[in-house]
């Protein structure tokens, strides 16, 4: 499942124009799409079909093997991305650098397929009658694999996933690209640091318990998190290794067991510089979501993490508030999302479902009895138990 695996991301700084946030989503039809990657890439389509997205199109497409061809990889996804994401085509071409820079530094990222002119990526113009839109079209290899929301995550699992989020981001410390500038995203909405922009998005909750819970947790924010903010060590973060962005793949393990080990990163259009103790934390809240046990998945991941970047004290005190922060960005920008876009309600509601659930869970526990637990099982690894 090669897409944006949640609800909207994107940058809504802009304001709240709905029409051009309506009309910004591309709409090819397959053989629209099948003839971009001829053009474009230079490449024969035996198959296209769309795979679901948010604000973006993307499809899986399957190549023609030629004499000429008949090495490289069969299949690929084309991302066609929305008008006000290519009028930032910088952004984009830093994203490309870092996938491959990951690819190259030996994550399993997917590869950039150059167009015919070598290029990265192509910017096309489309006449619509009324106006011409312009979009960016990039062509990826497909990664194999299942998001891991489809199967059970076994606490080694989830110790993994910890332990990729940190030398994600301890790679990322050595890429340099002229334009990474581009990642410090000042007011995008889903860095966490910018929880405070959710209050005008509060009244999509309506006036009940959920928003009560979630303008406590934004007090709390500005209390103890802002004024901590020079506490923390700074670094690029993915931003958004959720259940959906992560796949896998089983393998037999030495006693004969299926094992998964991940066979793929997805989707790095979340990336601007933010924290260590950010990207831990978003990476337990949507492990958390799939999750029977939810509250015992922070200690796991943290595990993991810490076993490339231990956290200090400070940053460790603020995961609780961390953790429920990114609860309350997907919560309340689903819940706006779906006011502007009805007709996907059910796509964009993933998180909510259990969401919810897991955000009130935490609270009526309280900070001090959820990091015991996490703090606990964090430490039990060191002993070797957990592993």
């Not at 079909?49 to 499809?59: M, T, V």
């Not at 790679?171 to 334009?179: A, G, V, Y």
Request: proline residues 4%; negative net charge; aromatic residues 10%.
């Amino acid at each position: 499942m090669q897409q944006k695996g949640m609800q909207e991301k994107k940058d809504m700084s802009s304001g709240d124009d709905r029409q051009s946030e309506t009309l910004a989503k591309p709409t090819f039809s397959e053989v629209q799409a099948s003839a971009l990657v001829e053009s474009i890439f230079g490449l024969q389509v035996s198959k296209i079909r769309p795979l679901p997205s948010y604000d973006d199109q993307n499809f899986h497409v399957y190549i023609s093997r030629t004499k000429d061809s008949t090495d490289g990889p069969a299949e690929y996804v084309l991302k066609i991305s929305n008008t006000e994401a290519s009028k930032n085509p910088d952004l984009i071409e830093v994203q490309n650098h870092i996938i491959m820079f990951l690819k190259a530094a030996g994550f399993p990222t997917a590869s950039v397929c150059p167009t015919k002119g070598d290029n990265i990526t192509s910017l096309m113009s489309v006449d619509s009658g009324s106006e011409i839109r312009s979009y960016l079209v990039r062509l990826l290899t497909y990664l194999p694999g299942r998001p891991i929301a489809e199967v059970p995550i076994s606490p080694r699992l989830l110790y993994e996933i910890g332990r990729l989020a940190a030398k994600l981001d301890k790679t990322l410390e050595k890429f340099h690209h002229p334009k990474l500038n581009i990642l410090h995203r000042e007011n995008f909405i889903w860095n966490l640091k910018n929880v405070p922009l959710l209050e005008k998005y509060l009244y999509a909750l309506g006036e009940n318990r959920s928003q009560k819970m979630v303008e406590q947790v934004i007090q709390l924010f500005k209390e103890e998190v802002m004024t901590k903010l020079s506490h923390f060590r700074e670094c690029i973060n993915h931003g958004d290794l959720n259940d959906h962005n992560i796949l896998i793949e089983s393998s037999k393990s030495a006693c004969g067991d299926a094992e998964y080990q991940v066979s793929g990163i997805l989707d790095f259009g979340d990336m601007s510089y933010g924290y260590y103790v950010f990207e831990v934390a978003i990476t337990i809240m949507y492990m958390m979501i799939e999750s029977k046990n939810p509250i015992q998945v922070g200690g796991h991941v943290l595990a993991g993490f810490e076993s490339i970047i231990p956290l200090t004290a400070v940053e460790r005190g603020a995961l609780f508030l961390l953790v429920c922060s990114r609860f309350c960005q997907s919560l309340v920008m689903a819940a706006y999302t779906c006011q502007l876009h009805p007709e996907n309600k059910d796509y964009l509601m993933i998180t909510a479902k259990t969401g919810w659930k897991h955000l009130q869970q935490m609270f009526d526990m309280g900070q001090k009895a959820v990091e015991e637990i996490w703090f606990e099982t964090a430490k039990s690894y060191e002993s070797g138990i957990s592993m």
